[in-house]
Structure formats: structure tokens, C-alpha cells
């Protein structure tokens, strides 16, 4: 434990009244004496950082101002922070009851995850490695050295809070400020943390395991609370958001939790009907093309598609028919055409009338393929 500071001026050996060089003088005297280089021991060192310590403050004439005021002690009078807390209620003109704490809550993070279209119908699971804040090992995030503390601050008297007289339309007032020698926190740390600098935290990298949900989106984010990065001080982790992005697949295509995909027919199964047996991405999946089938033509696999994210149940499948005309016949192929086409007593081709649905169907169907 670092010993508490006595009188700055008694550690320097010199009478409240001593002048700026007399200061310096004892100052440098007592640190030929004690510096570590000088004298090895234990207690010379613990007294160093006494006599630097109370050098840093009364060689600085506004500290010393401070300090010879007492802090908050001795300054009476009613304070700026107290008309605001009485006309407009606490708090109201940053006025805080205490020193504020090291520990501060960590910052969130965010992190992009790809995931394939086969993962999304089921959810799945996922190790991600992050670069993150952890707490510190060495000091567990206390921000000192092994076996040392933080000491109460002798400007402010631990409270975190300097007064200093303002004149205003009021008249003179006092006005509260944050410790400039603690930043607020009533304490200073003598022997930082070699390993994080006083930080309480240190960059590492760490493993979390993630179960992503079924029916994820592209844009959508997960939010993982206190997966985030450790705060100063070893605060509190923040959140880690999650956005996901669905990467394409080149056979299926998605609308809402519904899959898509097309199926090519040769112009003789579209005639004449046939059965066929699919790959989709849960298994195989039988499908029946009617007789006559035409282009555009929709084929539904009930539940078949994405599980829903939220509830259960899942979308369908939805096929759209493609049917292919061969671009080139032998002889023998082309005269069984024509024997069909003499067989058959079709219009020749012409317009017919405007049909709306069949190009949204159109639209719909390979719009985003």
C-alpha cells in the first residue's frame, strides 16, 4: 500500500511561507538524496514519490493557491452549482455530489457477419474472433501496480471538485470545477498498472461463440448485451451488434422468408407433363410439371422455405417454369415438327390481347434473379 501524503511542506521540509526558489532548492536536495539512482532502498523510493509529488504541487502557483485554501475546506459561500441546484434542481449546472468513478461503461462494437442462404433456413452457430478491450490481468483493473492503490488527492481532498471565485451578474460566486490534478476522480495513482499504463484494460483478442437465428436478413442486427468492450477502469463491457449480410447464391434467391428459383423444361415436358426430383437446400424436393406448362408458370412447395425469425412455421418454395425451345434440329427432328404443326390447326402468330398480370408475373418472377 502507497503510504498517504503528510503536509507538502513538511515533506519538503520548508514553512508555508517559503518562496518559489526555496521550494526549488528543497526540492532538489532531497532528490539527490532519495532519487532510486542515488539510494536503492524501499522507503527512499516511497519518499521520492512523496517529495516529487508535493514539488509538482506547490511549484505550480495556482495549485499552491489551492492547496494553502484547503480545497473544498475553508472556501465558504454559496456556490454556483448550488443557485442552479436551487432554482432548477440537482444536477442542473453539472454540479456532481462526489468524485467520479474510474470505471466507465465500454463502448459498443460492431461487427459484420457473412452468413450463405443454406444457414439462414435454420439458423446457426459461430465462433468469432474479435479484437477487443479486456481487463487487465496484472492489475485486474484497478489501474496500479501490483500491491499499490490509488491516494486521496491533495487539491480537492478527494472530492474531485476545485472551487474558484467567478464574477458574474450576481456578484462574485463560487463556481465548481473538476480537479485538474485528478481529472475528477479524488485520487491519483502514484505507481500506474507497466502492463496498461493506468488503463485498467488492455487490446486482446477473444473467441465468442454466436447463435444466429433462423430467417436473418441482410441489414438486420443482432444485438449480443455486454459482448462489447470492457471500460476504463474494468467498467462494465458495452453491447456487440451483430449485422448480418446474406451472401448470393446462384440457384436460390429469397423474398421475405419465401426461396426462389427456376426450372428449366424442354418444350416436349412442357407438352406432355413430367416428374422430376430436386436438390433445394434442405433436401430433395419432388416437383410435378403439369401438362401444357407455360412460361412464367409457378410451382408451389408449400413450407419449403425460410424458417420465419420470429414464431415458427416456414415460407414455401416457389419455382418459376422456363421453358426451353431447342435452337437447333436435325432433319429427322425438324420434319416430326412440322408432321405436328400440319397435325394441329393453330393461329399463326399475332397479337393478343394486352395481358397486365402476365408481365408482372414476368417482373416478379426474375426481377432479382
Known amino acids: 500500500m502507497a503510504p498517504v501524503a503528510a503536509d507538502h511542506y513538511e515533506t519538503l521540509g520548508v514553512s508555508r511561507e517559503a518562496s518559489q526558489e526555496d521550494i526549488k ?50 472556501m465558504g459561500g454559496f456556490g454556483f452549482g448550488d443557485i442552479f441546484e436551487t432554482f432548477f434542481g440537482a444536477g442542473a449546472g453539472g454540479r456532481t455530489s462526489g468524485p467520479r468513478s474510474r470505471k466507465e461503461r ?38 496500479c501496480a501490483p500491491g499499490t492503490s490509488p491516494v486521496r488527492c491533495d487539491i480537492c481532498r478527494g472530492t474531485g471538485q476545485v472551487q474558484r471565485q467567478v464574477r458574474s451578474l450576481l456578484g462574485t460566486v463560487m463556481t465548481s470545477t473538476p480537479c485538474g490534478t485528478c481529472r475528477g476522480y479524488g485520487s491519483v495513482i ?61 440457384v436460390f434467391s429469397r423474398e421475405g422468408d419465401d426461396l426462389l428459383a427456376t426450372l428449366e423444361v424442354s418444350m416436349a415436358d412442357a407438352i406432355l ?28 412447395v408449400k413450407d419449403r422455405g425460410i424458417q420465419h425469425l420470429r414464431g415458427s412455421g416456414r415460407g414455401d418454395l416457389r419455382i418459376g417454369i422456363q421453358v426451353v425451345t431447342p435452337q437447333k434440329l436435325n432433319s429427322r427432328e425438324a420434319e416430326l415438327i412440322r408432321q405436328f404443326k400440319g397435325s394441329r390447326r393453330d393461329a ?5 390481347q394486352f395481358q397486365q398480370g402476365l408481365f408482372a408475373k414476368l417482373r416478379d418472377r426474375f426481377v432479382g434473379f
Open 106 to 143: 465500454g463502448q459498443d462494437a460492431l461487427l459484420r457477419v457473412e452468413v450463405d442462404l443454406d444457414e439462414v433456413m435454420f439458423g446457426t452457430r459461430r465462433d468469432l474472433e474479435v479484437n477487443t478491450a479486456v481487463v487487465c490481468e496484472t492489475c485486474e483493473g484497478s489501474c
Open 273 to 300: 407433363g413430367a416428374d422430376a426430383t430436386l436438390s433445394a437446400l434442405d433436401g430433395e424436393v419432388a416437383v410435378e410439371v403439369r401438362q401444357g406448362a407455360q412460361s412464367g408458370d409457378v410451382i408451389t
Open 25 to 74: 532548492k528543497a526540492y532538489r536536495r532531497l532528490a539527490r538524496e532519495l532519487h532510486p539512482d542515488v539510494n536503492p532502498s524501499a522507503d527512499a523510493s516511497e519518499r521520492f514519490k512523496l517529495v516529487t509529488h508535493a514539488y509538482d504541487v506547490l511549484s505550480d502557483p495556482q495549485q499552491r493557491r489551492q492547496y494553502d485554501l484547503g480545497g473544498d475546506q475553508g
Open 190 to 250: 502514484p505507481s500506474p498498472c507497466p502492463t496498461c499504463n493506468a488503463q485498467g484494460r488492455v487490446r486482446a483478442s477473444r473467441v465468442i461463440p454466436v447463435d444466429i437465428p433462423a430467417g436473418v436478413d441482410t441489414g438486420l442486427r443482432l444485438q449480443m448485451p455486454g459482448q462489447g468492450e470492457v471500460g476504463p477502469a474494468g467498467g462494465p463491457n458495452g453491447d456487440l451488434f451483430l449485422e448480418i449480410k446474406v451472401r448470393h447464391h446462384d
Open 348 to 352: 399463326a402468330p399475332r397479337f393478343a
